[in-house]
């Protein structure tokens, strides 16, 4: 489950995970492993066939057997017995200077620094190899120091660039706040030298610095929208200038225990991002019975489409606790929409490649939480 954004007063404070060790599966792409172990088994039974031709006329039937038996290809390594990569501890002020060229990190002071850069290890990566896996734990983040990493996703059975990362950058935030793990894999244009600073250093200097905080909150937030128009089947046809607009229109909207973001009757059209918390969809009860209620959590959207059929809402939308969603809200979204035409179509993706909460209500997760 990803990790929640406990409030702090007027705004709320990012808890960054720690979670627990695990192996991280083998540095080098399935494709390229599988490839490579065949092309070790054709050369060792190539060497099996020549040596046979030599022996064969002083081996019996009998060896030849036993000798086939004791010289077949052991079983293919599993992922984690594999790394190419090689790290070490970090020089202290060559992890400051790293440090201090991430422009989150820009004015926090020396003490600040040297306590991210405190138990940091320095990592070397050849050119081709992976930095991490979709799907390995995210319990460090890293900034390059020198070359460049691409951050790739798997889509439809093909790897697909995203972005590029060059010295300065970091790489992996996004998965420390989401608290699950890498949605995207990071590969070495080159070779690379990164700096890997563990989860624990940035929770702990977050927690004494509220500028910090408020930064890093924004970050995340930035990142999740553009994850969202980025990656998700629902915005293909939306070129990349409407989705930065779109992305820009989204607003912070701060819910109250039993704010009520939506009533029955309303006829609106909307898209909620679920930052911190949850929301509630409840259905009008029947007499007897308790009324329905679903749950949109964290890392999810919830998109109400009502305005473009022109029906009333049936559902009430509120939160039980106090929540955060980023809001695209009907304004906004019907302005967009006589710019950009490509969102008209929304209600049909919404139907193809999101869950049909009710009539006209869509949800589903925003499919970035780890990156």
């Given amino acids: 489950m990803p990790q929640s954004f406990p409030p702090r007063g007027p705004a709320h404070r990012i808890a960054v995970p720690i979670p627990a060790a695990e192996a991280k599966p083998s540095l080098i792409p399935t494709d390229?492993?599988?490839?490579?172990?065949?092309?070790?088994?054709?050369?060792?039974?190539?060497e099996e066939a020549q040596a046979l031709e030599y022996e064969v006329e002083s081996v019996?039937?009998?060896?030849?057997e036993a000798i086939s038996s004791a010289q077949e290809l052991p079983a293919a390594n599993s992922d984690e017995d594999v790394h190419y990569s090689t790290q070490e501890a970090a020089d202290p002020e060559v992890a400051m200077r790293a440090l201090a060229e991430v422009r989150l990190f820009h004015g926090l002071p020396e003490a600040s620094l040297r306590g991210l850069a405190s138990g940091s290890l320095q990592?070397?990566?050849?050119?081709?190899?992976?930095?991490f896996l979709e799907g390995d734990p995210a319990d460090s983040f890293y900034v390059v120091i020198e070359g460049a990493v691409e951050?790739?996703?798997?889509?439809?059975?093909?790897?697909?660039?995203?972005?590029?990362?060059?010295?300065?950058?970091?790489?992996?935030?996004?998965?420390?706040?989401?608290g699950q793990q890498r949605a995207a894999s990071a590969r070495a244009i080159g070779d690379v030298v990164l700096l890997e600073v563990p989860c624990d250093a940035l929770?702990?200097?977050?927690?004494?610095?509220?500028?910090?905080?408020d930064r890093l909150l924004r970050f995340y937030q930035e990142r999740l929208l553009e994850g969202f128009m980025g990656g998700?089947?629902?915005?293909?046809?939306v070129d990349s200038i409407a989705r930065a607009r779109l992305i820009g229109r989204f607003k912070e909207r701060v819910l109250e225990a039993n704010e009520t973001l939506s009533q029955p009757g309303e006829v609106s059209n909307m898209i909620a991002v679920v930052t911190h918390g949850k929301l509630l969809l409840e259905g009008r009860s029947q007499a007897g019975q308790a009324p329905k209620q679903l749950e949109v959590t964290q890392g999810q959207f919830l998109a109400v489409m009502g305005a473009l059929s022109g029906l009333p809402s049936k559902l009430r939308i509120f939160a039980p606790s106090q929540t955060v969603v980023l809001m695209l809200s009907h304004k906004e979204l019907t302005d967009l929409m006589k710019d950009y035409p490509a969102l008209r179509a929304l209600p049909n993706r919404f139907n193809a490649h999101a869950k049909a909460l009710d009539r006209d209500v869509f949800a589903g997760h925003t499919g970035v939480p780890g990156l």
Avoid: C, N, Y
Wanted: glycine share 6%; aromatic share 8%.
């Fill in 151 to 178: 951050i790739l996703r798997r889509r439809e059975e093909r790897e697909v660039a995203l972005r590029h990362f060059g010295p300065g950058e970091p790489i992996g935030l996004f998965g420390l706040f989401s």
């Fill in 123 to 131: 990592v070397h990566v050849p050119e081709g190899e992976h930095l």
């Fill in 203 to 213: 929770q702990f200097l977050v927690e004494k610095d509220d500028a910090l905080h």
């Fill in 232 to 237: 998700s089947r629902l915005f293909t046809d």
């Fill in 60 to 64: 019996s039937d009998s060896d030849i």
């Fill in 32 to 46: 390229i492993m599988k490839d490579w172990q065949r092309e070790v088994a054709d050369a060792e039974h190539a």
